[in-house]
């Protein structure tokens, strides 16, 4: 018999299809950010702020999609297990390149328009205690560190946000396509415990003040945080594996 | 290569008992044709050997093994259904480069040369394609996948009849040349009923009966007379279908009937003939009343 297909060729060519949409995704948002511009008659965000919250809900939807490439390999003589190894590459690999990629626009941004003025989006938390709205900002204000304050530690935490986001996006298509509406929907509820956990323990090793909904957390030693932001992306990485293992392919 | 089903049961969701206790061997590099009605199990049993599900109980192996999340046997096997391809965006040229990609023994050239011949556009994406043409491109993957085992599940549903022809005849012809087992799942029974070498028949989950298929047709004989003649042939025999028209009798054994007893059938003037094996099937499978 011949040798089974490495899940290195299998994430290979997960990553190649989802960097195309990326693409396209990113170019759209190019485009976004010229008309903003053209018409803000204010100072605006940079392009690399501007993606490094858009980015989230991006990563989200194509995370979702993600579980549809399952019964596409399954089709094609490829197991469950390699198709979720690839997928894992590709995604990580997503992450790192997203960011790097909105660094290398935004450079170019700064090139072409040398006198924007930059203002950027810092992520102070809002005095509201509603606890749906935490949730919210906490998704659309991913902790942040300014690219000119510290260039690694800035791509790095736009890493770990998007590829959070992807892997809850995955979890919830999984569970959805596993289990049915009401299991998809009940993973909703865990994704988002996920993120606010993941959220909140970057705040705690930045040392940003905590949402007040998320105060319990506090308990958390600054030097553990760090740790507990990779446990915790760990969670939805389990729980994809234990669903897809033995998935059925319905037809 | 082989496949054999021990005790083999499944279930799923509300759908209890889908297949119930199939054992079935099937050794040789043949044609096979899997008939059964509406919701009898075919799918069920062929997406068991896909790897798409795995069985409830029972067994179910591939050269010995469980094909399920199996690396080396997932990749001999091709499952091909009547998929939905109205959100498939790539074109066929794309997506037959994937199959090229994952399946070992993918020959990309045939399935080039197989598009032509069908007259498949391969530049349009899948879902602009008509339902026939889809139909088309599935048949053209599976035959140029050139798996050692090769499954076609109702894959021709909107294909016109010279685009069947025209793959009954590659069928064959790639049988011959890289002689593999293929299972055919089909409702247009007499219409591929030539190309079976051996017959599988599921029935309410059960496999009614496997055998070649001259052996099977060799067991429907059809006996057209007087009632008295009739009666007197068929007395103690399995009688799967009587019709009356007039004071004519026609019924359908099924069963051994012996060259002796054909001819002395004819001397008293009855009609003997063999069954088709559509005739079978119907007379096999239908509701009790």
Redesign the interface.
């Known amino acids: 018999m011949n040798k089974p297909i490495p899940f290195s060729r299998i994430g290979f060519d997960l990553l190649q299809a989802q960097l195309i949409w990326t693409l396209w995704y990113l170019g759209i948002l190019v485009l976004v950010n010229i008309v903003r511009l053209v018409f803000s008659a204010d100072e605006i965000d940079t392009f690399y702020n501007h993606a490094f919250v858009a980015s989230n809900v991006y990563m989200l939807v194509i995370g979702i999609i993600s579980i549809y490439f399952l019964p596409y390999f399954v089709e094609n003589g490829i197991t469950r297990k390699n198709y979720f190894y690839g997928n894992i590459i590709a995604s990580i690999c997503l992450s790192i390149l997203i960011p790097i990629i909105a660094y290398v626009i935004t450079i170019f941004e700064g090139l072409v328009l040398s006198n924007l003025k930059q203002s950027m989006l810092h992520a102070v938390p809002d005095p509201d205690t509603n606890f749906i709205g935490d949730i919210f900002q906490s998704i659309l204000l991913t902790p942040h560190v300014d690219m000119e304050a510290n260039l690694l530690l800035s791509l790095g935490l736009f890493s770990i946000n998007i590829f959070g986001f992807y892997l809850i996006g995955w979890l919830i298509g999984t569970a959805f396509y596993r289990l049915g509406v009401i299991g998809g929907l009940c993973f909703i509820a865990i994704s988002l415990l996920i993120i606010v956990a993941k959220d909140s323990f970057l705040r705690i090793a930045m040392d940003h003040p905590l949402f007040e909904s998320f105060s319990i957390f506090e308990a958390v030693p600054e030097s553990m945080a760090l740790v507990l932001v990779f446990i915790i992306l760990l969670v939805p990485i389990f729980l994809i594996r234990l669903l897809t293992k033995r998935a059925p392919v319905k037809i | 290569m082989n496949i054999v089903a021990r005790n083999l049961n499944f279930a ?1 969701g509300r759908h209890e008992h889908v297949l119930k206790d199939i054992n079935f061997e099937i050794n040789e590099p043949k044609i096979y044709g899997l008939l059964g009605r509406n919701g009898a199990g075919k ?1 069920s049993l062929l ?1 068991i050997i896909g ?4 069985p409830t109980s029972g067994e179910l192996l591939i050269k010995g093994e469980a094909p ?5 046997v ?6 091909m ?1 009547s ?1 939905d391809f109205s959100s498939e965006t790539e074109n066929a040229k794309s997506l037959l480069k ?2 090229n ?5 993918f020959d990309y050239d045939y399935a080039l040369q197989l598009a032509e011949k069908f007259k498949l556009d391969l530049k349009k994406p899948l879902s602009k394609l008509s339902k026939g043409k889809q139909s088309i491109f599935n048949v053209i993957v599976a035959l140029a996948s050139r ?1 050692p085992i090769t499954i076609f599940d109702e894959v021709y549903l909107g294909m016109d009849a010279p685009a069947r022809d025209l793959f009954y005849k590659e069928l064959l012809k790639e049988q011959e040349l890289h002689p593999r087992i293929m299972i055919l799942s089909t409702h247009l029974v007499s219409e591929m009923d030539y190309l079976f070498d051996d017959v599988l028949i599921i029935k309410d989950g059960k496999l009614l009966l496997h055998e070649s298929y001259e052996e099977l047709l060799s067991r429907g004989v059809t006996l057209i007379g007087s009632k008295q003649a009739v009666d007197t042939f068929s007395n103690g025999k399995d009688i799967i279908h009587h019709e009356q028209l007039g004071d004519t009798h026609s019924v359908t054994l099924y069963g051994a009937f012996g060259e002796d007893e054909k001819q002395r059938a004819k001397q008293q003037g009855l009609q003997v003939g063999h069954s088709s094996l559509h005739d079978l099937f119907i007379q096999l499978t239908k509701e009790e009343d």
Not at chain 2, 51 to 54: A, I, P, T, Y
Not at chain 2, 74 to 79: D, I, N, Y
């Open positions: 799923y799918t997406s790897s798409f599900r795995e399920f999340e199996n690396a080396e997932m990749q001999q096997v091709t499952f259904y998929k994937d199959s990609r994952y399946r070992p023994n798996t």
